[in-house]
């Protein structure tokens, strides 16, 4: 397309996009000034893989100087809302993400609002991108974020701006508020409860780095070590599930010095605990194994598994009651809260070279 071409474009965009008492612009007004297809305008803003990156930007330059933002849902209305949150989950089956999800769709329906949910299959930037702009063109009147931001883009940035944003894994924009759980203050409670029981180290199963959950929780197991003199055995790193947690243990039950671990997950811990039955290492009078979450089977694990327990209704409760607040009030200056976990003794762990508590 000429400059002059394109000139033209923006020029009809822009006086498209103003005819009319207070018409919004629409996808066409985007396509106009971008100089693409309306179908390339959806593609780009559902975070389709096969857009070019310079038609991306093209599209996302024209969507930030319009302020296009498509909201049928809420024109529907005759009150102009719609009643309804978004919330952004990673595609997965962990028991931990689904009662978080079921937190938030509890406090919402109390609070009479429906929740859309939109799912990513990765971290990736454009994914979370993408689910960001579904809601967003839902009409949602606020989102809780519940992955990760490995990197906040500027699409992100304007789309947490135009749509009140609460996140609960302790990423943040400067226009999101936070709801969490402290991690190192997680790994604190269970490197220490091992250590109190003779333990002279504790090895540590984590989750995937990119997370900031898995981050927080390598940084406090790491520091109560060090803080109490003993020696940091190298990260064995899982990804979440069961069977990154039986890898692991695997390894683990060929050290014979190893006789705790603290695992970033219930489902990882599950996983090791099944290891180390298979290799004849018993649980917990040769090894004492701590998760996180206390997810309902951790309870009936064999043995039942000593966790530190994230109130995953609690944070639903808090996300939601801090979304309906920036949403009432959308330019308050974004607050922080933090929720306390709880350690679960059970059968899992003992003193060394002894026998669980009864």
Not at 58 to 83: C, D, F, I, M, W
Not at 87 to 101: E, G
Not at 124 to 143: C, H, K
Request: net charge neutral.
């Amino acid at each position: 397309m000429s400059s002059e071409t394109q000139g033209a474009g923006e020029a009809a965009a822009r006086r498209s996009a103003g005819d009319g008492a207070g018409r919004q612009p629409g996808m066409t007004d985007v396509a106009r000034l971008a100089g693409v297809s309306a179908q390339t305008v959806s593609r780009t803003l559902a975070g389709h893989p096969h857009v070019r990156h310079r038609t991306r930007a093209k599209v996302l330059a024209a969507v930030e100087q319009l302020g296009y933002r498509k909201n049928n849902a809420a024109r529907t209305l005759s009150s102009g809302r719609s009643r309804t949150i978004g919330v952004v989950t990673l595609r997965t089956t962990s028991s931990s993400r689904t009662n978080l999800t079921f937190g938030i769709e509890t406090a919402a329906r109390e609070a009479g609002y429906a929740v859309s949910a939109a799912t990513t299959a990765s971290l990736d930037t454009a994914a979370i991108e993408g689910a960001l702009s579904r809601l967003a063109e839902q009409g949602v009147e606020g989102v809780v974020l519940s992955v990760p931001l490995v990197h906040v883009s500027p699409r992100i940035e304007q789309l947490t701006r135009s749509v009140p944003t609460v996140t609960v894994d302790g990423s943040r924009t400067p226009a999101t508020e936070v709801v969490a759980v402290d991690q190192t203050h997680v790994a604190r409670l269970a490197t220490r409860h091992l250590i109190d029981l003779g333990h002279e180290t504790v090895w540590h199963v984590s989750g995937p780095e990119e997370w900031l959950d898995a981050a927080g929780r390598r940084t406090g197991w790491r520091a109560t070590l060090e803080s109490a003199g003993r020696p940091v055995p190298p990260v064995l790193e899982g990804d979440w599930t069961p069977a990154s947690g039986y890898r692991n243990g695997l390894i683990l039950g060929n050290i014979p010095d190893a006789t705790a671990v603290f695992v970033a997950s219930d489902e990882m811990a599950f996983g090791v605990i099944r290891a180390l039955h298979e290799l004849g290492r018993r649980v917990p009078e040769d090894v004492s194994v701590v998760g996180v979450d206390d997810i309902a089977l951790a309870e009936y694990c064999s043995p039942s598994l000593t966790t530190v327990a994230q109130p995953f209704a609690e944070m639903g409760a808090l996300a939601v009651a801090h979304l309906m607040r920036h949403i009432a009030d959308p330019a308050a200056a974004p607050e922080a809260a933090s929720v306390e976990p709880a350690l679960i003794v059970r059968a899992s762990t003992a003193p060394l070279g002894g026998r669980a508590r009864p």
